[in-house]
T-cell receptor, first 115, second 114 residues
Framework: GAVVSQHPSRVICKSGTSVKIECRSLDFQATTMFWYRQFPKQSLMLMATSNEGSKATYEQGVEKDKFLINHASLTLSTLTVTSAHPEDSSFYIC???????????FGPGTRLLVL | AQSVTQPDIHITVSEGASLELRCNYSYGATPYLFWYVQSPGQGLQLLLKYFSGDTLVQGIKGFEAEFKRSQSSFNLRKPSVHWSDAAEYFCAVGLPNSGYALNFGKGTSLLVTP
């Protein structure tokens, strides 16, 4: 149980295009989902927290107009990187938290390469 | 400032030897504590967690961790390491008032030698 999927697993795009990444909780309802970013050989940094049906809360320094987050249902959150640039290339990982508990379950990540 | 520290960037151990990965935190209250493992190019797998109660917690794959309030530590241990344990290990803390969003340490890369 507690499986989180991400799609796509990897994507290559041209600079200036937008890319959408999906995060799904497959066997539970996630009241809260989180988006993290991980640069090579570095730790995960929280980008934003999203609660179903409400606007995402972004961490300081994360551009909300560039990283659009939509948590439209209790099992789906999407991250759209708008007008992607090479510096946006990274490993994006989502996690989902069921109910009120403190445990998060992580997706396998999406590797984005912007050329 | 709130922080999570993993003092060891790299650790090398021989297969069959014991392992201890260190984690210290700096928070006003006792946060929720987690250890995750990440294999190359993969997402994170939860090894174990501590919320309250018994300070020695057992996890998957033979790992355990001990919460020591006086030292603000949550060190991960395994009595006998297997080659498949080679990976990146992250300590993380979460606070209820932040929706349990996780603050990660910088990670410890474990290399297992024959």
């Amino acid at each position: 149980g507690a499986v989180v999927s991400q799609h796509p697993s990897r994507v290559i795009c041209k600079s200036g295009t937008s890319v959408k990444i999906e995060c799904r909780s497959l066997d539970f309802q996630a009241t809260t989902m989180f988006w993290y970013r991980q640069f090579p050989k570095q730790s995960l940094m929280l980008m934003a927290t999203s609660n179903e049906g409400s606007k995402a809360t972004y961490e300081q320094g994360v551009e909300k107009d560039k990283f659009l987050i939509n948590h439209a249902s209790l099992t789906l959150s999407t991250l759209t990187v708008t007008s992607a640039h090479p510096e946006d290339s990274s490993f994006y990982i989502c996690s989902a938290r069921p109910g009120q508990g403190g445990t998060q379950y992580f997706g396998p990540g999406t590797r984005l390469l912007v050329l | 400032a709130q922080s999570v520290t993993q003092p060891d960037i790299h650790i090398t151990v021989s297969e069959g030897a014991s392992l201890e990965l260190r984690c210290n935190y700096s928070y006003g209250a006792t946060p929720y504590l987690f250890w995750y493992v990440q294999s190359p190019g993969q997402g994170l797998q939860l090894l174990l967690k501590y919320f309250s109660g018994d300070t020695l917690v057992q996890g998957i794959k033979g790992f355990e961790a001990e919460f020591k309030r006086s030292q603000s530590s949550f060190n991960l241990r395994k009595p006998s390491v297997h080659w498949s344990d080679a990976a990146e290990y992250f300590c993380a803390v979460g606070l209820p008032n932040s929706g349990y969003a996780l603050n990660f340490g910088k990670g410890t890369s474990l290399l297992v030698t024959p």
